[in-house]
């Protein structure tokens, strides 16, 4: 009797995890949509009458899934209603299911692919002096000791001690990087913090001031990250962002998971947005995915042109 009703009970679970998935994953065109028209904190904005589509709804929409929407923002002016139109989005991109271990993931390898540890303390060997035996082995009534370096004297060596430097470097799998990619894009978007621009140029000024007020009247919080396609950032833009801490700019080429947590919001330029999902959608459809990693495994030394063969 007990076994059964722990069987119903796991059953019931694990429907209901499918349910929460299926939920969140056919409700994120209607949270954009929500975030998209009215916000608690932000006043609403109206499109212009003008405004133009970007991109093409096809090439988004799956068969079990509708194309995402986001507005297309400028840089020219501060104001908040400053929409230019609209793109359309791909689910697979920006509509995944919230992984926070793979997001979790992906920051520790990122955190210990660069961490050295240089700490080393010498052995017996490499200490100064030391090299005859202090007193005769025997007749002096004390402890044998052939050199007054070892571990067990003061100022001796230090056995099994670090000896850096010490790399923790690994290599995380290509299939865990590229979803790492696919979970912090999608949670950006669903919390409102991507932000997608017509073009990075067209900032019109150079001052750190008017960039300033453009991200608090638009509500972009305390640290923004600017995604550009090229590794040439405009020249205003570059010079804007050089004095202000909080405000980074990135290539499309170098966008990884930890510094999309690390800023409150993300803004894409038009193009970049448009390389990520087609970077991002070849590298989920990709058949040798398990190929990529074979380089970063350690070969045999040996290698075999035959199996061997059995006695």
């Known amino acids: 009797m007990a076994s059964n009703v722990i069987g119903r009970l796991a059953r019931l679970s694990l429907s209901s995890v499918r349910t929460d998935r299926n939920v969140f994953r056919y409700s994120t065109t209607a949270v954009s949509e929500t975030s998209l028209e009215s916000s608690a904190s932000e006043p609403v904005s109206v499109p212009p009458e003008d405004a133009s589509v970007f991109g093409d709804v096809d090439s988004c929409t799956l068969l079990y899934q509708d194309a995402l929407e986001s507005w297309v923002e400028t840089l020219k002016v501060k104001e908040i209603a400053s929409k230019v139109g609209t793109t359309y989005l791909h689910p697979d991109v920006f509509g995944a299911f919230p992984r926070t271990d793979l997001l979790h993931w992906n920051c520790y390898w990122q955190k210990m692919y660069r961490r050295i540890d240089w700490g080393s303390a010498k052995c017996t060997f490499e200490m100064k002096g030391g090299g005859r035996k202090p007193w005769p082995q025997k007749g002096?009534?004390?402890?044998?000791?052939?050199?007054?370096?070892?571990?067990?004297?003061?100022?001796?060596?230090?056995?099994?001690?670090?000896?850096?430097?010490?790399?923790?470097?690994?290599?995380?799998?290509?299939?865990?990087?590229?979803?790492?990619?696919?979970?912090?894009?999608?949670?950006?978007?669903?919390?409102?913090?991507?932000?997608?621009?017509?073009?990075?140029?067209?900032?019109?000024?150079?001052?750190?001031?008017?960039?300033?007020?453009?991200?608090?009247?638009?509500?972009?919080?305390?640290?923004?990250?600017?995604?550009?396609?090229?590794?040439?950032?405009?020249?205003?833009?570059?010079?804007?962002?050089?004095?202000?801490?909080?405000?980074?700019?990135?290539?499309?080429?170098?966008?990884?998971?930890?510094?999309?947590?690390?800023?409150?919001?993300?803004?894409?330029?038009?193009?970049?947005?448009?390389?990520?999902?087609?970077?991002?959608?070849?590298?989920?459809?990709?058949?040798?995915?398990?190929?990529?990693?074979?380089?970063?495994?350690?070969?045999?030394?040996?290698?075999?042109t035959e199996q061997p063969r059995p006695l």
Request: charged share 25%; aromatic share 8%; with cysteine.
């Open 140 to 304: 002096m009534g004390k402890a044998r000791h052939g050199s007054i370096r070892s571990p067990l004297w003061h100022k001796g060596g230090k056995a099994l001690g670090p000896r850096g430097p010490t790399s923790y470097y690994f290599m995380l799998p290509y299939t865990k990087r590229v979803h790492g990619l696919q979970a912090a894009l999608s949670c950006k978007f669903a919390q409102n913090d991507l932000r997608i621009v017509d073009s990075l140029d067209s900032l019109p000024t150079d001052d750190p001031k008017f960039l300033e007020d453009l991200c608090e009247q638009r509500y972009w919080g305390p640290s923004v990250l600017f995604v550009h396609e090229d590794e040439l950032a405009p020249r205003n833009l570059t010079m804007a962002c050089d004095s202000v801490g909080h405000l980074n700019i990135m290539p499309v080429f170098g966008l990884n998971v930890y510094s999309m947590l690390k800023h409150e919001t993300v803004v894409l330029s038009l193009k970049s947005c448009e390389m990520i999902q087609e970077r991002i959608i070849y590298a989920l459809r990709r058949s040798d995915a398990h190929l990529v990693d074979s380089k970063y495994k350690v070969r045999p030394i040996i290698e075999r």
